[in-house]
């Protein structure tokens, strides 16, 4: 199993970004696939999350990102993106996706079963917003 992320870049506050979770093997659609994130001296937090075969709604995300990203998946390429609009400093991190089999999005991006859970995870990519 391999995800592979990408998009990352540095971009101005009030810019965007689209970054891609390319997976192979295990099938988006049969997973739970978690964007997380992580800033120099900060902790792992949950950033958004999309699963369509388990419980709870379908996608769910950080209350410091509702608004501004979104999360969707394209079957066809068995791919999760994140868009992320109106980027703002504090948005600067690595940026890693992660999937996991049986975890529900909400307890996932809480933290609820630690900061490492999740069965797979990409190699991270950077994205820093300037001033």
Same mark, same amino acid.
């Given at each position: ?7 990352? +870049? ?10 891609? /979770?390319?997976?192979?093997?295990? *099938? ?15 902790? $792992?937090?949950?950033?958004? /999350?999309? $699963?369509?075969?388990?419980? +709870?709604?379908? *996608?769910?995300?950080? #209350? @410091?990102?509702?608004? $501004?990203? *979104? ?25 890693? /996706?992660?999937? #996991?089999?049986?975890?529900? /999005? ?5 933290? *609820?079963?630690? @900061?490492?859970?999740? #069965? ?9 917003? @300037?001033?």
């Amino acid at each position: 199993v391999q995800l592979v992320e990408s998009g990352g +870049g540095l971009v101005q506050a009030g810019g965007s970004l689209r970054l891609s /979770c390319a997976a192979s093997g295990l *099938t988006v659609d049969d997973h739970a696939i978690g964007w997380f994130r992580q800033a120099p001296g900060k902790e $792992r937090e949950g950033v958004s /999350c999309i $699963r369509r075969n388990g419980p +709870g709604p379908v *996608t769910d995300y950080a #209350d @410091s990102v509702k608004g $501004r990203f *979104t999360i969707s998946s394209d079957n066809a390429k068995n791919t999760v993106y994140l868009q992320m609009n109106s980027l703002k400093p504090e948005d600067t991190a690595v940026y890693y /996706c992660a999937a #996991d089999e049986v975890l529900d /999005c909400g307890s996932w991006l809480l933290g *609820t079963w630690g @900061s490492e859970a999740g #069965d797979y995870w990409g190699q991270g990519t950077q994205v820093t917003v @300037s001033s």
